[in-house]
């Protein structure tokens, strides 16, 4: 893990290099492997992150989310909702 001041200065960086990047389905795990490596100094991210974890279905809706860890400390989370589409049927409207 790194100090409090080197993960100021690699957050600044990481922050600027971020800017305006990416979308948040097609980066969320480069993000979240790169935030956990160059901010906070983690060596193996896969044991602090869990990815795509279904928490909710409702109907043809279902809710995912993305958790980081640091032992039992929440680093940061987001969800995202994916809906169920009969490709046919979408497709004939068209």
Same mark, same amino acid.
């Given at each position: 893990? !790194?100090?409090?001041?080197?993960? #100021?200065?690699? #957050?600044? #960086?990481?922050?600027? /290099?971020?800017?305006? /990047?990416?979308?948040?389905?097609?980066?969320?795990?480069?993000?979240?492997?790169? %935030? &956990?490596?160059?901010?906070? *100094?983690?060596?193996?991210?896969?044991?602090?992150?869990?990815?795509?974890?279904?928490?909710?279905?409702? *109907? !043809?809706?279902?809710?995912?989310?993305?958790?980081?860890?640091? *032992?039992?400390? &929440?680093?940061?989370?987001?969800?995202? &909702? /994916?809906?169920?589409?009969? /490709?046919?049927?979408?497709?004939?409207? %068209?």
């Amino acid at each position: 893990m !790194k100090s409090d001041k080197q993960q #100021a200065i690699a #957050a600044a #960086a990481f922050a600027e /290099r971020w800017k305006g /990047r990416g979308y948040e389905k097609g980066d969320s795990q480069v993000f979240w492997t790169e %935030l &956990l490596t160059e901010v906070f *100094g983690i060596e193996n991210p896969s044991t602090f992150i869990r990815y795509e974890e279904q928490v909710k279905v409702d *109907g !043809k809706k279902i809710e995912f989310k993305v958790s980081a860890y640091s *032992g039992d400390a &929440l680093l940061g989370e987001g969800t995202h &909702l /994916r809906f169920v589409v009969d /490709r046919e049927r979408f497709m004939s409207k %068209l």
